[in-house]
């Protein structure tokens, strides 16, 4: 157990909807990342927020979006679902935001959309 | 830019056998390289990890890493596959300076043990 948590575990949804996806980060880590795993396009990185901020932007679509809250928890809201955005959507968390810290990863909500 | 080639999408080896992994990664400053393990309907847990210093890692689970700056290369290596290794492997790179703390993987690499 990583100590990451995420909900739900398995989301199931119709294409033009929208689903929000939850993480809350191991107690003590101030980072948060959101990643995408789908058998096209492997694991890509999404966004990292660090204390609320946002700190890097990767492949992310524009109907995507995401949130660090003051209690440290995040939210990926995914909207105008298409065929294509099924997929594993992992969490992760480290301590503070440099390059050598090991990220944590939760165990995925996998979405599947209809 | 970063990125991170695995090669071998599939491996297969007997129980008792070394298992090795290869990863070649491309970098534009100094890396920091990163070996994960997904079992089936899991999340990702780190194996090991090259920041600096000693260019041998030794990580959990018995598996260890080389990094070899002059290849490019970071392959993991285990000298004797167990059942419990059947899993999928996967290399990262991370960087030194960057903006934020993204990691890149590669395709990652499904290994079968037989008995």
């Known amino acids: 157990d990583s100590g990451v948590t995420q909900t739900p575990k398995h989301l199931i949804t119709a294409t033009g909807q929208r689903v929000t996806l939850r993480c809350s980060p191991r107690?003590?880590?101030?980072?948060v990342y959101w990643y995408q795993q789908s058998l096209d396009q492997g694991l890509q990185f999404l966004i990292q927020?660090?204390?609320?901020?946002?700190?890097a932007k990767g492949n992310i679509l524009e109907r995507f979006s995401a949130q660090q809250f003051p209690d440290l928890h995040s939210e990926l809201n995914l909207s105008s679902l298409e065929l294509g955005d099924s997929a594993l959507y992992f969490c992760?968390?480290?301590?503070?935001?440099?390059?050598?810290?090991?990220?944590?990863f939760g165990p995925g909500t996998r979405l599947l959309v209809l | 830019a970063q990125s991170v080639t695995q090669l071998g999408s599939h491996v297969s080896v007997s129980e008792g056998a070394l298992v090795l992994l290869r990863c070649n990664y491309s970098?534009?400053?100094?890396?920091?390289l990163f070996w994960y393990v997904q079992y089936p309907n899991q999340g990702l847990q780190l194996l090991l990890k090259?920041?600096?210093?000693?260019?041998l890692v030794k990580g959990i689970n018995g598996f260890e890493a080389e990094f070899k700056k002059s290849e490019t290369s970071f392959h993991l290596t285990k000298p004797s596959a167990h059942m419990s290794d059947a899993a999928e492997y996967f290399c990262?790179?991370?960087?030194?300076?960057?903006?934020?703390?993204?990691?890149?993987f590669g395709g990652g690499t499904r290994v079968l043990v037989k008995p």
């Open positions: 090259y920041t600096t210093g000693a260019t």
């Open positions: 992760a968390s480290s301590v503070g935001q440099g390059g050598v810290e090991t990220q944590y």
């Open positions: 990262a790179v991370s960087a030194i300076k960057a903006a934020g703390n993204k990691l890149t």
């Open positions: 927020y660090y204390n609320g901020e946002e700190r």
């Open positions: 970098s534009s400053v100094p890396p920091y």
């Open positions: 107690s003590g880590d101030l980072s």
